[in-house]
């Protein structure tokens, strides 16, 4: 998956029109392997990385459990409520995950009618973008072979770090 | 794959797998321990009561700007346990990579083999035939006695000679870089090839 400039400007806008109508602490958009694509809210010092990699995880998981008891049809949701916050997690398209962590004060039921709003637009970008290669890409190429074995190279500590 | 040019960023995924007790969350342990801490997450375990690994252990490298892009690398292992086989078809989604740990004694060739060979059937169900998945297989506990040989060991896998094999003692760090290195090397080959086409 590549995104433009294009694009994340438009799921940027959705996910902080998601946190001005439900308040919620933080939204994320990943794939559905676990990569971050967009973060709106308070996420300043969160392992943003690893809270995606468990969301997308999460609804994996979910699925292959609906796959197995012959439900693949239904609404690709998970919903968790917890003391603070309910933690909702919702499938897009099959090849994003959004992520939304709502105050438990806020009413899950407004909470679910805006995301789901925002589920169909991200939809909506995420067909539209499909196999698009963004402009950007054919004037950066990715690095070479060897500048990334050198990155490496130059944040490997010999001995412990700790 | 997946590039962001509004972030900038370049984001790999690399899955470690291979049989039980192999040493898949000792690789990711020694990694967190040589990496300069301002360029990796904190070590993200999902274990059971008894200290193994029950979904995936999880560490994000950030490395360097690389032509105007921050590459960061997704290292994830699997549960290696045997009844865990459809967490480990989940966790291989979407890798771009994948380096195999095996364990080199003689008495765990079958795991070994058994373990190479779901794995590649799980990627076939997600529609990747093997050979065209950039991957790196680490033979590792070298330290070990009755130890195969890595050419016994190429053998029984159907390994050919450009397939890189690297020897490893992971409890001490040994043989931890190089199958690292070695994968970033071919997934990005493979990107660069990608986008060209």
Known sequence: ?162 | MYINYARRELILKIVYYGPALSGKTTNLVQIHRHVDPSHRSELLSLKTTEDRTLYFDFLELRLGKIVGLNPRVQLYTVPGQPHYEATRRLVLRGADGVVFVADSQLQRMKDNLESWIAMRNHLGSYGIQFPGLPHVVQLNKRDLLGIVSPNLFRRALGLDLDEPVVEAVATNGTGVQAPLRSILEEVVSRLRQELAA
């Not at chain 1, 694509?37 to 999460?58: M, T």
Request: glycine letters at 6%; hydrophobic letters at 50%.
């Open chain 1, 1 to 162: 998956m590549i995104i433009g400039l294009e694009q994340q400007s438009i799921i940027d806008a959705i996910l902080s029109g998601i946190l001005v109508r439900t308040s919620a602490l933080m939204v994320a958009l990943a794939t559905s392997d676990g990569r971050p694509v967009a973060l709106a809210g308070r996420h300043d010092g969160v392992n943003a990385a690893g809270i995606c990699a468990l969301a997308a995880a999460e609804l994996a998981a979910s699925q292959e459990l609906a796959r197995i008891i012959d439900d693949q049809d239904s609404c690709q949701a998970i919903l968790r409520e917890g003391q603070r916050y309910n933690l909702l997690i919702y499938d897009v398209g099959r090849s994003l995950v959004l992520l939304v962590v709502a105050p438990r004060a806020q009413t899950i039921g407004w909470v679910r009618v805006v995301v789901r709003d925002a589920v169909d637009e991200l939809n909506k970008i995420a067909s539209r973008f499909r196999d698009w290669v963004p402009a950007e890409a054919r004037r950066a190429p990715p690095p070479s072979q060897a500048s990334i074995g050198e990155a490496l190279d130059d944040i490997w500590v010999e001995g412990d770090v700790h």
